[in-house]
């Protein structure tokens, strides 16, 4: 109840209120610690997390974190609790047993959402300001890398069948597909707008290339062999150049190759599939 700084406890069986416990200002989100039977409430007002006792619904601790957290999710692995603080840019690891911050990993801009990979024991923060995510590993809560995703990625879900990781981004009407913890995304298209995220790592048949990575014709070009958006393989040759829109890829061999987009003069690595 963010207007009223409190959490309500329902009986599960009676579906009765049994307590209105005090927490912090703007509780936001909740998660669960079924190792010591703890509830963490995440309050984006007073930038601290509020723990609960599971069973006797009492204030056990109140941690502060970043500025203004805003999701939280669980490591059953290693006890941790991991809490996104959209305007300092980082993610705060907690203790489950001590209830003690542990670590503060730098993500993107505005993490707005996160979630818990078990099988590779991977954390995901959707940062929603730059378009990516990050992905921080449960043991060390070293980053392992950020991927780039669609505009303002805000949700996620996970798939435990195919290991893979879906992500909501708001602007661009897409999902991103994160596949096989670490190897890269795959995008998807929306059927009502005619477009994908900005860039896929992983793609097939077609690479779409998003508005703002194109050639500006104002420029006085890039640098080496690619003054124009174009595609270059493993060993740095170019194998076509690239336009805004869909590029036809289909006659390529599977295989790592390299976007190189005049904007920055960056390189992003994709992964041509049949």
């Known amino acids: 109840n963010p207007w009223n700084v409190d959490v309500t406890v329902i009986d599960g069986a009676s579906n009765e209120v049994v307590a209105t416990v005090r927490v912090g200002d703007w509780p936001c989100a909740l998660c669960y610690n079924p190792q010591n039977n703890k509830v963490y409430c995440v309050n984006g007002g007073s930038n601290n997390v509020t723990v609960l006792d599971g069973a006797t619904n009492q204030v056990v601790a109140t941690v502060e974190v970043g500025d203004d957290p805003w999701a939280l999710c669980y490591n059953p692995a290693y006890n941790k609790v991991y809490s996104a603080n959209r305007w300092s840019g980082d993610v705060t690891v907690l203790d489950g047993a001590s209830n003690e911050v542990v670590a503060t990993v730098a993500v993107g801009d505005d993490p707005y959402a996160i979630c818990y990979n078990p ?23 070293q980053v392992v890398c950020t991927i780039e995703v669609g505009d303002e990625p805000i949700a996620f879900t996970w798939n435990p069948v195919q290991n893979r990781t879906y992500v909501a981004n708001f602007s661009s009407s897409s999902i991103s597909v994160l596949r096989d913890s670490t190897v890269g995304i795959e995008e998807t298209m929306n059927e009502e707008r005619p477009t994908m995220n900005r860039l896929p790592t992983i793609v097939r048949g077609v690479l779409h290339l998003g508005a703002g990575l194109g050639h500006n014709p104002n420029s006085p070009g890039g640098i080496g062999l690619c003054p124009a958006p174009c595609l270059l393989d493993a060993a740095g040759r170019k194998v076509m150049e690239l336009h805004l829109g869909a590029n036809d890829i289909r006659h390529l061999s599977p295989g790592v190759y390299f976007v190189r987009r005049e904007k920055n003069n960056q390189t992003t690595k994709v992964v041509i599939q049949r």
């Open 119 to 141: 099988l590779d024991n991977k954390v995901y923060s959707a940062n929603e300001e730059s378009d990516d995510v990050t992905i921080i590993d449960g043991a060390s809560n």
